[in-house]
């Protein structure tokens, strides 16, 4: 038994799979359509502006037919009952943990609902296509790129998430291949730290060895059985069992 008090929680396109929100690298995953250097790198855009705006128009426009699944509200349920500090940092671009009522959030890999300003920067909420070229509504002065972070991008607030791992008791992964860094890379800085971890996937992550416990299974029902574990404790402690 470990006391618990700041949680940090990654979480990956697998936790909105039961959303019916495709994964990047499952057998229909994103990627096998695309090439990633064609749709989600700086270079891409600058060849084919109108082709990578139109791949994140069609998943932004799919938002509108998805659902927070029972793992988002269990974390959003988690979020609004822990006392401690709690950090929930998703790569997913899509907003079902925002509409699940997860407050303590961060989109390290930016969002499909905000534009990108080419020419001030500034960051705007976008409901419609990007490829009929609405201007950015700070400056007045220049179309909007999708607001996500490509491949040789800086995921945002990399300093607020290593803050947040170097003090946190408990890391849990949710649905997340552990394929790309810098994320797949927290798992060993919160060990280096102290911290507890611990692993929800369907099947093992690429950093598996790295976490205490691995828990396989669909995320939909996983989530919701740890939440209701660690908060009908009582108390601030946790049995997440170190097996390794
Ligand atoms: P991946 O598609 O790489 O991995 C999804 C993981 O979720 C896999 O390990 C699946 O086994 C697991 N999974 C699938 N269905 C699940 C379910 N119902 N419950 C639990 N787990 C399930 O997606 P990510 O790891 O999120 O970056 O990919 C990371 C980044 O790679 C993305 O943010 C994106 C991509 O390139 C950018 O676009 C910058």
Request: aromatic fraction near 6%; include cysteine; charge should be negative.
């Given at each position: 038994?470990?006391?618990?008090?700041?949680?940090?929680?990654?979480?990956?396109a697998g936790?909105?799979?039961?959303?019916g929100v495709a994964?990047f690298?499952?057998?229909?995953?994103?990627?096998?359509?695309?090439r990633?250097?064609?749709?989600a790198?700086?270079?891409a855009?600058q060849?084919?502006p109108?082709l990578?705006?139109?791949?994140?128009?069609e998943?932004?426009?799919?938002?509108?037919?998805?659902?927070?699944?029972?793992a988002?509200?269990?974390?959003?349920?988690?979020?609004?009952?822990?006392?401690?500090?709690?950090?929930?940092?998703?790569?997913?671009?899509?907003?079902?943990?925002?509409?699940?009522g997860?407050?303590?959030?961060l989109h390290?890999?930016?969002?499909?609902?905000?534009?990108l300003?080419?020419?001030?920067?500034?960051?705007?909420?976008?409901?419609?296509?990007?490829?009929d070229?609405?201007?950015?509504?700070?400056?007045r002065?220049?179309?909007?790129?999708?607001?996500i972070v490509?491949?040789?991008?800086m995921?945002y607030?990399m300093?607020?998430?290593?803050?947040?791992?170097?003090q946190c008791?408990l890391?849990?992964?949710?649905?997340t291949?552990?394929?790309?860094?810098?994320?797949?890379?927290f798992?060993?800085s919160?060990?280096?730290?102290?911290a507890?971890?611990?692993?929800?996937?369907?099947?093992?992550?690429?950093?598996s060895?790295?976490f205490?416990?691995?828990?396989?299974?669909?995320?939909?029902?996983l989530?919701p059985?740890?939440?209701?574990?660690?908060?009908s404790?009582?108390?601030r402690f946790c049995d997440?069992?170190?097996?390794?």
């Amino acid at each position: 038994m470990r006391e618990i008090n700041n949680i940090v929680i990654l979480t990956g396109a697998g936790i909105s799979a039961e959303s019916g929100v495709a994964t990047f690298r499952g057998p229909d995953g994103l990627w096998k359509g695309h090439r990633v250097e064609d749709v989600a790198t700086p270079e891409a855009f600058q060849r084919h502006p109108i082709l990578v705006q139109k791949f994140y128009d069609e998943r932004r426009a799919k938002l509108q037919g998805v659902q927070p699944n029972p793992a988002h509200l269990a974390l959003a349920q988690l979020d609004a009952a822990w006392g401690g500090d709690l950090l929930l940092v998703t790569q997913n671009v899509d907003d079902l943990h925002n509409r699940a009522g997860s407050k303590r959030l961060l989109h390290m890999h930016g969002e499909l609902l905000s534009g990108l300003c080419l020419a001030c920067g500034e960051r705007s909420p976008v409901a419609g296509n990007l490829s009929d070229g609405p201007v950015c509504p700070h400056c007045r002065q220049s179309a909007m790129r999708p607001d996500i972070v490509w491949f040789g991008e800086m995921p945002y607030q990399m300093d607020r998430i290593e803050s947040a791992l170097s003090q946190c008791d408990l890391f849990v992964s949710i649905g997340t291949s552990g394929a790309v860094y810098p994320a797949a890379g927290f798992v060993r800085s919160a060990r280096h730290y102290g911290a507890l971890t611990l692993e929800m996937n369907l099947d093992p992550s690429d950093g598996s060895l790295y976490f205490n416990e691995s828990r396989m299974g669909k995320a939909g029902e996983l989530v919701p059985a740890w939440v209701d574990d660690i908060l009908s404790s009582g108390t601030r402690f946790c049995d997440v069992m170190l097996k390794r």
